[in-house]
């Protein structure tokens, strides 16, 4: 199966030539890195290129597209069997994607795999992201809660197909994906931790931390992502 990852950055540069290194190191040569870059005005793309490797390939936003944007923008671009979601600033494990792959074949159609989360000077947060989020599968306990957290995901083409393109009113990629996984298709919650999440002051989620939303904000979120599941299942 051939590997796409699709990676959004913005002013990374801080992290992410670790990052890159502990995924190419796992790929073949037919595999692709995608990057979607939102106009970092920092080395970031300097770093990419410096590794001078024909499977990463760049792409620059014309306009500034913000976190879900540019995530659209790379999994445009994906041209593989297996989309991996990759963030600048983690490190992976050298099995990951070995193990992904593995769970694919037994006929998954996204993969999810737990993380150790650490703060920006490698010190341990969670031992485990799941237990820190407290993961659940299920419809109804995704829209509660979003467990599908990017980073730690794969998924095949037909899940790709359903998801894009993004409807404008999601909140976050991951959520909306893992969504569309469990109405279309076959999930599973891998407990193996087979990457490092690294927490910083300038990540530009808030997983894992107290959500700044208004409770009217998270319901309308919520209510949102039902409306675009029914649109989906009628496909």
């Known amino acids: 199966?051939?590997?796409?990852?699709?990676?959004?950055?913005?002013?990374?540069?801080?992290?992410?030539f670790n990052q890159i290194k502990s995924i190419l190191d796992q790929l073949s040569t037919d595999d692709e890195v995608i990057i979607s870059d939102d106009h970092s005005t920092d080395s970031t793309i300097d770093i990419l290129k410096s590794f001078n490797d024909a499977r990463i390939k760049i792409f620059t936003n014309e306009h500034k597209k913000g976190p879900v944007g540019n995530f659209e923008n790379?999994?445009?671009?994906a041209s593989g069997d297996i989309i991996f979601l990759a963030d600048q600033d983690d490190e992976w494990f050298s099995n990951k994607i070995e193990m992904h792959l593995s769970l694919h074949q037994k006929h998954y159609d996204l993969v999810i795999s737990d993380a150790i989360v650490t703060d920006e000077d490698g010190n341990v947060i969670f031992d485990s992201f799941f237990e820190g989020r407290g993961s659940k599968s299920g419809i109804l306990n995704t829209l509660?809660?979003?467990s599908y957290i990017g980073c730690c995901m794969s998924f095949n083409k037909k899940i790709l197909d359903y998801a894009l393109p993004f409807p404008s009113y999601?909140?976050?990629h991951d959520w909306w994906i893992g969504?569309?996984?469990?109405?279309?298709g076959n999930?599973?919650?891998c407990t193996e931790k087979l990457m490092y999440y690294v927490r910083h002051h300038n990540?530009?989620?808030p997983t894992l931390e107290k959500s700044g939303y208004s409770i009217l904000k998270r319901l309308k979120n919520r209510i949102q992502l039902a409306y675009g599941m029914l649109y989906v299942?009628?496909?």
């Open 1 to 16: 199966m051939r590997v796409s990852i699709c990676m959004a950055t913005y002013n990374g540069k801080e992290y992410i």
């Open 74 to 77: 790379a999994l445009s671009k």
């Open 144 to 146: 509660i809660k979003n």
């Open 170 to 172: 999601i909140h976050m």
């Open 179 to 184: 969504l569309i996984a469990e109405t279309k």
């Open 187 to 189: 999930t599973i919650f």
């Open 203 to 205: 990540n530009a989620s």
């Open 233 to 235: 299942l009628l496909k």
